[in-house]
């Protein structure tokens, strides 16, 4: 009997072990989720918490409802730079970013992501929507600490409905609106990673141009009265204004959508969701009063609500009134999220858990600088010094009407001062950006080389002014030139395909792609020459490019040794009025060592 007790007992053991152990294998790590959602040119008025009488933004008011809003939050003018400060915790200058196209937007690889922090403690980790911060790897995001990204990596996309997207390298097409798709896929990220801890992205790309949105949203607003207006309601286009407003609730009804999955999952109590802008408004349209828009260093194009929710962690309705920033968010997160992490270079944002969890907590007075095309302001507890070097105090004044300089001159002073020496020091960092564009990095088995990045020679036109998501034409000379600069990080053969469009009485150009000492020719047989579209989703006249349906075109393999140099896409032969268009190049490299 004692023998058949212990064999009981040995089995019970056993089977109290194995489960015991699959269950802490399945149980989540010690940590809340953390999802950051952004939008992309929304002002910090185009909310009806803010006191917006033209929209309604419920979901968006309910994260502040329930949680913390920061009264004076600041990103920078434009999108890159803001997207690089989330991502390091440290001012964009510091990255490497200078520009928003061309190669500018490149995050430095020697840079820290919030989402390389989460990942090394164990979180798994997504990005949905724009990313803006380098294309080619290893500056795509799969390189920067996501497990998993389905979106774009440009500055802007010139269509919604079904677009072209990456999903982790590859080239997919999306499925429908694209603010709807990207929720789709955050939901089904969320889903999926509902037993473990997750870090989760979503930088959407609304209301940026152009002004897209389906019917449901824009019935709502086509007809509608605008009740509040811009600071210059002479130059206000109300019908931008109702697409952005159609936008906007669209977007609104997405983070909702996300809110309602983490309640239906019971994940809600243990995940801190985060709403911010990713800069001011990109029109003329109600914003409180702020002076500027996107693109300026003033109140109306940096300052950015940043609401934060973790329902029974934080205080609900709880407004702060010290100053913050996209620099911030980085250190504060991981805070919160207790992951002890040693950074390898400073940041400059400062963790904000105190001022959230903690009442009257007094931080000691610092400041913020905001800076684009050579414009420097900075802004500390009181008062923001303009890049003309003009005083307001932000508190009494936020719509920056009256000029304090000389009744406060000894701040004036001592605040330029401070930005003489901060534009000194990020001179310094911002030196050396001479940077080609990498083919065939190691772990990455595709390169995609959009012409955004190119430059041309001879009569090839772009398609549009703005370089993102644009396109080369009117291909007419054997002069003619496409040019990258190319670092090749991996010898070996590659696949090539140029995404193209030519119209049959065009057909049988020769077409050589030369990389230093390779190159690879090709003939163009195949047409495609659909219509330009784009217009027909357009609520409101664009003035960025229009888009049409590019194929791939596959020219062969190309056999390339390490090294810099110039990429070079040229004609032979050219049998029509013009050789072909060019969106891209992509590609992709062959493991077959008989290659």
Same mark, same amino acid.
């Given at each position: 009997?004692?023998?058949?007790?212990?064999?009981?007992?040995?089995?019970?053991?056993? /089977? +109290?072990?194995?489960?015991?152990?699959?269950?802490?294998?399945?149980?989540?790590?010690?940590?809340?989720?953390?999802?950051?959602?952004?939008?992309?040119?929304?002002?910090?008025?185009?909310?009806?918490?803010?006191? @917006?009488?033209?929209?309604?933004?419920?979901?968006?008011?309910?994260?502040?409802?329930?949680?913390?809003?920061?009264?004076?939050?600041?990103?920078?003018?434009?999108?890159?730079?803001?997207?690089?400060?989330?991502?390091?915790?440290?001012?964009?200058?510091?990255?490497?970013?200078?520009?928003?196209?061309? $190669?500018?937007? &490149?995050?430095?690889?020697?840079?820290?992501?919030?989402?390389? +922090?989460?990942?090394?403690?164990?979180?798994?980790?997504?990005?949905?929507?724009?990313?803006?911060?380098?294309?080619?790897?290893?500056?795509?995001?799969?390189?920067?600490?996501?497990?998993?990204?389905?979106?774009?990596?440009?500055?802007?996309?010139?269509?919604?409905?079904?677009?072209?997207?990456?999903?982790?390298?590859?080239?997919?097409?999306? !499925?429908?609106?694209?603010?709807?798709?990207?929720?789709?896929?955050?939901?089904?990220?969320?889903?999926?990673?509902?037993?473990?801890?997750?870090?989760?992205?979503?930088?959407?790309?609304?209301?940026?141009?152009?002004?897209?949105?389906?019917?449901?949203?824009?019935?709502?607003?086509?007809?509608?009265?605008?009740?509040?207006?811009? @600071?210059?309601?002479?130059?206000?286009?109300?019908?931008?204004?109702?697409?952005?407003?159609?936008?906007?609730?669209?977007?609104?009804?997405?983070?909702?959508?996300?809110?309602?999955?983490?309640?239906?999952?019971?994940?809600?109590?243990?995940? +801190?969701?985060?709403?911010?802008?990713?800069?001011?408004?990109?029109?003329?349209?109600?914003?409180?009063?702020?002076?500027?828009?996107?693109?300026?260093?003033?109140?109306?194009? %940096?300052?950015?609500?940043?609401?934060?929710?973790?329902?029974?962690?934080?205080?609900?309705?709880?407004?702060?009134? #010290?100053?913050?920033?996209?620099?911030?968010?980085?250190?504060? /997160?991981?805070?919160?999220?207790?992951?002890?992490?040693?950074?390898?270079?400073?940041?400059?944002?400062?963790?904000?858990?105190?001022?959230?969890?903690?009442?009257?907590?007094?931080?000691?007075?610092?400041?913020?600088?905001?800076?684009?095309?050579?414009?420097?302001?900075?802004?500390?507890?009181?008062?923001?010094?303009?890049?003309?070097?003009?005083?307001?105090?932000?508190?009494?004044?936020?719509?920056?009407?009256?000029?304090?300089?000389?009744?406060?001159?000894?701040?004036?002073?001592?605040?330029?001062?401070?930005?003489?020496?901060?534009?000194?020091?990020?001179?310094?960092?911002?030196?050396?950006?001479?940077?080609?564009?990498?083919?065939?990095?190691?772990?990455?088995?595709?390169?995609?080389?959009?012409?955004?990045?190119?430059?041309?020679?001879?009569?090839?036109?772009?398609?549009?002014?703005?370089? #993102?998501?644009?396109?080369?034409? #009117?291909?007419? #000379?054997?002069?003619?030139?496409?040019?990258?600069?190319?670092?090749?990080?991996?010898?070996?053969?590659?696949?090539?395909?140029?995404?193209?469009?030519?119209?049959?009485?065009?057909?049988?150009?020769?077409?050589?792609?030369? %990389?230093?000492?390779?190159?690879? &020719?090709?003939?163009?047989?195949?047409?495609?020459?659909?219509?330009?579209? $784009?217009?027909? !989703?357009?609520?409101?006249?664009?003035?960025?490019?229009?888009?049409?349906?590019?194929?791939?075109?596959?020219?062969?393999?190309?056999?390339?040794?390490?090294?810099?140099?110039?990429?070079?896409?040229?004609?032979?032969?050219?049998?029509?009025?013009?050789? %072909?268009?060019?969106?891209?190049?992509?590609?992709?490299?062959?493991?077959?060592?008989?290659?």
């Amino acid at each position: 009997m004692n023998k058949f007790k212990i064999l009981n007992f040995l089995i019970l053991s056993l /089977l +109290i072990g194995y489960f015991g152990v699959k269950y802490i294998y399945k149980s989540k790590i010690p940590g809340p989720n953390v999802i950051i959602i952004m939008s992309d040119d929304q002002g910090w008025g185009d909310f009806s918490f803010n006191g @917006n009488k033209n929209l309604n933004t419920p979901n968006i008011d309910g994260i502040a409802k329930s949680g913390v809003s920061f009264d004076y939050f600041y990103v920078s003018p434009v999108c890159s730079p803001t997207r690089a400060e989330i991502l390091t915790g440290r001012y964009h200058s510091r990255g490497g970013i200078s520009g928003t196209s061309a $190669g500018k937007e &490149r995050l430095n690889l020697d840079e820290t992501t919030i989402a390389q +922090i989460f990942k090394s403690a164990g979180y798994k980790t997504g990005a949905f929507g724009k990313w803006h911060n380098g294309s080619q790897f290893p500056y795509h995001p799969n390189a920067r600490g996501f497990d998993e990204f389905y979106g774009f990596t440009s500055g802007h996309w010139g269509n919604y409905f079904s677009p072209p997207l990456d999903h982790n390298g590859k080239l997919v097409k999306g !499925n429908g609106f694209i603010i709807d798709d990207f929720t789709d896929k955050a939901i089904d990220f969320i889903k999926l990673n509902q037993d473990e801890s997750f870090f989760l992205y979503i930088p959407y790309n609304t209301p940026h141009v152009p002004m897209q949105v389906p019917d449901r949203w824009w019935d709502n607003f086509k007809e509608k009265e605008i009740l509040n207006f811009s @600071n210059n309601p002479e130059n206000e286009d109300l019908n931008f204004t109702r697409a952005t407003l159609a936008m906007c609730e669209n977007l609104d009804w997405n983070v909702g959508r996300i809110l309602d999955m983490l309640k239906k999952l019971n994940l809600e109590n243990n995940t +801190i969701v985060v709403f911010l802008n990713d800069n001011g408004p990109h029109s003329e349209r109600w914003n409180g009063g702020l002076k500027g828009g996107k693109g300026s260093t003033d109140e109306g194009g %940096i300052r950015s609500p940043l609401f934060i929710r973790w329902p029974d962690k934080i205080p609900e309705a709880k407004q702060v009134k #010290n100053i913050a920033g996209a620099i911030d968010l980085l250190p504060t /997160l991981s805070d919160l999220a207790e992951i002890n992490f040693h950074f390898k270079k400073a940041l400059d944002g400062q963790s904000l858990k105190s001022l959230i969890l903690e009442n009257d907590i007094i931080f000691k007075d610092r400041l913020i600088f905001s800076t684009w095309n050579g414009k420097t302001s900075v802004r500390n507890n009181q008062f923001r010094l303009d890049h003309e070097g003009n005083l307001f105090d932000i508190e009494k004044d936020p719509t920056q009407s009256i000029n304090l300089k000389d009744e406060h001159s000894q701040i004036a002073e001592t605040l330029k001062n401070k930005v003489d020496l901060w534009n000194k020091e990020m001179d310094l960092e911002m030196s050396d950006l001479n940077r080609p564009f990498l083919l065939g990095y190691p772990g990455s088995d595709f390169t995609q080389f959009p012409v955004r990045d190119a430059s041309s020679l001879g009569n090839i036109q772009r398609s549009n002014k703005y370089p #993102n998501d644009s396109y080369f034409t #009117n291909w007419t #000379n054997l002069n003619d030139r496409i040019i990258w600069d190319v670092e090749v990080m991996e010898e070996g053969s590659y696949e090539v395909e140029i995404y193209y469009t030519c119209a049959e009485m065009d057909l049988g150009s020769l077409i050589a792609l030369q %990389i230093g000492e390779s190159e690879i &020719r090709g003939k163009v047989l195949i047409p495609n020459d659909p219509k330009i579209m $784009g217009m027909e !989703n357009d609520r409101t006249e664009r003035f960025i490019s229009y888009n049409k349906d590019f194929k791939p075109m596959n020219i062969g393999k190309i056999h390339l040794r390490k090294g810099k140099f110039q990429m070079i896409l040229k004609a032979l032969e050219i049998k029509g009025i013009q050789v %072909i268009d060019v969106r891209s190049i992509v590609f992709t490299k062959c493991h077959d060592k008989r290659s």
